[in-house]
């Protein structure tokens, strides 16, 4: 009775958001990528899921992609005079929400648990989970040497080229266990297009996630983050390229592959259709207006059903 | 060729920047008390350092005697809607201040290091000096119980009947090792108008420093926070009350015998002048203007020089 959203930030979030409107809250899970957070001012920063949680609350800065609408920086103006570290912009209202998360891990809550808590206060209903628990960070490894994900992606705009990445910690993980009960009760499952690298594969990377999703039955589907080839949003084209690969839906199809049961391609990649040699399905797959999250969100949902064989 | 001053927040602050107005940055230090320091939110937070700093830097909030001027609350606003806890109150601004002190000390910076980079970073010259670089608690323990200072102070407004004063930690501190590097050259003391019991008691309980203070030879001279049998400010005649003793200058030559060589009266309490069995001198210390407190903060120095048979 439930569907399951795997994200990252800003363009999962906009599908999410598309899915939350047509779903009841009891209908609908967000397994959000944690390989972002770190540290960084004593506090506990979740990227992925604040982007969730703000856009899911109308409270998202659609502007900068991520933070808060009418956000003020009278903290980072004061901080820069004091010297200190100012190249993750952290805005007034937004550090409430950080320091909150913080202070409940600190007294021992889980990450899932501090973000039930947070969503709530929000007035959100929807299970909105971390992939896990136990940290798992993302490094990306670069022609300079490996940088922690948000050095590469905030501090220094993604402009390192990339040789690859590294899930540290993964090993350890454990999927968040109130992903693993909702399985029983998973009527499908939905790859947002968000970042197959940095977004979607820190998910997949933490031990028997991905197993435990194949295994529910459901059907998987994703939608495709390149469009014409090129990123709607982000680095994943041109991760593609410094990876060596074609920046193509084609590749994100054999980079799921094995793992989804469909993929959704943008109407401008409609040749693919049928080639890819798993099911596809064409559909206008860039979020505009609220009407196209709305659109592709129902859409994801048909796909499931038609997979079921409904 | 250096003069230091004990002070605690709002009203050392005042007789502080009478000092500093009138003194070159380098003849002139000021040892604070970190007993109201906390651990809120994550953060060190060090009231009377802050106060006192943002108060020579001129940009303290005359207002409340706290924080900084042209504050703002967003992060506030965004912690009560999460259900944060909101009673010690952090304007956006304050929060950096807070945020680069925790950083540095969980570096391996000392308080007194830390203070050092902030207060220049403020453009501050002047040596200000935590009593300690170990933690020292006041609790006050009261009618209800014992209670943190600041729970004391700012969440429960000082409204417990006050029994005693402990000073946790103390016992184990060492005395700031730059204000021990300053008493060679050390010509004379002034005791700030704070509150005695809670904002001057703790600098004195760090063992040696008051010992080392004497020792140095230089006189001590104190302001009497109390006038005409009321405090100027905060809550030194109630605590004085409850305690049971006399809410009077002389009570408070009486609480500060054996260590300070001369207090100074307000002309309010003129008639105790020579009856006290130490010397006093009467001067307006009532300090509502900036002219007002270099007044005072040149009585003071003049008292010293007096004392020194200058």
Same mark, same amino acid.
């Given at each position: ?5 795997l ?37 506990h920063?979740? $990227? ?20 808060r ?15 200190? =570290? ?16 913080? =202070? ?8 899932? =648990? ?15 989970? $971390? ?20 050095h ?38 939905v790859?947002?297009?968000?970042? $197959? ?9 933490? $031990? ?48 799921y ?36 999250? =709305? ?10 059903k ?5």
């Amino acid at each position: 009775m439930a569907f399951l959203a795997l994200t990252g930030g800003i363009g999962g979030a906009k599908l999410g958001l598309g899915l939350a409107r047509i779903l009841d809250p009891g209908a609908l899970g967000f397994v959000v990528n944690t390989g972002d957070d770190f540290e960084h001012l004593g506090l506990h920063i979740s $990227p992925d899921m604040d982007t969730l949680t703000y856009t899911l609350a109308g409270i998202s800065n659609t502007a900068t992609g991520w933070g808060r609408r009418d956000e003020t920086w009278r903290f980072m103006a004061a901080l820069e005079a004091l010297g200190g =570290e100012t190249w993750f912009r952290l805005g007034d209202a937004d550090m409430a929400l950080h320091h909150s998360r913080t =202070e409940m891990l600190k007294a021992g809550a889980s990450l899932t =648990e501090a973000t039930r808590t947070l969503s709530a206060k929000l007035g959100l209903a929807y299970a909105i989970l $971390p992939m896990s628990d136990d940290p798992v960070r993302t490094l990306v490894h670069t022609a300079d040497g490996p940088l922690a994900f948000q050095h590469y992606f905030v501090r220094d705009r993604c402009r390192p080229q990339v040789t690859g990445f590294e899930f540290a910690g993964a090993e350890a993980a454990s999927p968040c266990p109130d992903l693993l009960a909702l399985l029983p009760v998973c009527e499908g499952v939905v790859v947002c297009p968000s970042n $197959p690298f940095v977004s979607i594969d820190p998910i997949l990377a933490v $031990p028997g996630l991905k197993t435990a999703l194949k295994a529910c039955g459901a059907p998987i589907v994703a939608v495709s983050p390149i469009v014409g080839g090129a990123s709607i949003k982000g680095p994943t084209a041109k991760m593609m390229r410094e990876l060596g690969v074609p920046s193509t839906a084609a590749q994100v199809a054999e980079h799921y592959r094995g793992f989804i049961d469909g993929l959704i391609l943008d109407a401008q990649d409609a040749g693919l259709h049928g080639t890819l040699g798993l099911p596809t399905r064409v559909e206008p797959s860039v979020m505009a207006s609220l009407a196209d999250r =709305e659109r592709l969100a129902g859409a994801a949902l048909d796909f499931i059903k038609e997979l079921r064989g409904g």
